[in-house]
């Protein structure tokens, strides 16, 4: 079983920058891909950055777009989310995932199998 744990959350005003991690742990760790998502309470999760696990490139959400950067270490099993220039909007739970296999839409979250617990992030205007 994989187990996934962010971290990195917090409470930061406008303009300012959050660097979330998230730990995989578990058997043999190899997804297809991991991903970034969020999710405002009442409100469905949505897609943020999503990226392959070996080579590939990385996507983003058209409203994180310049702002965050996801990426990887491998050797650590530990996806990374840097966020700048953080706005108000952004406020929300964010979650790490994994999926083992290719297909589908990136940012489908029935195609991802392991979900973190997820990290409070709170941007003050």
């Known amino acids: 079983q994989v187990q996934l744990v962010e971290s990195g959350g917090g409470f930061v005003q406008a303009g300012g920058s959050l660097k979330l991690s998230c730990v995989a742990s578990g058997r043999t760790f190899s997804p297809y891909a991991m991903g970034w998502f969020r999710q405002i309470p009442g409100e469905e999760r949505e897609y943020v950055a999503r990226?392959?696990?070996?080579?590939?490139?990385?996507y983003y959400a058209e409203h994180v777009k310049g702002r965050f950067t996801i990426s990887r270490d491998n050797a650590k099993n530990t996806l990374y989310l840097q966020m700048d220039n953080l706005i108000p909007e952004d406020t929300a739970i964010y979650y790490c995932?994994?999926?083992?296999?290719?297909?589908?839409?990136?940012?489908?979250?029935?195609?991802?199998?392991?979900w973190g617990q997820g990290t409070q992030v709170t941007v003050s205007s």
């Open positions: 990226i392959s696990w070996i080579g590939g490139s990385p």
């Open positions: 995932a994994a999926r083992q296999r290719p297909g589908g839409a990136y940012h489908d979250t029935r195609l991802y199998d392991y």
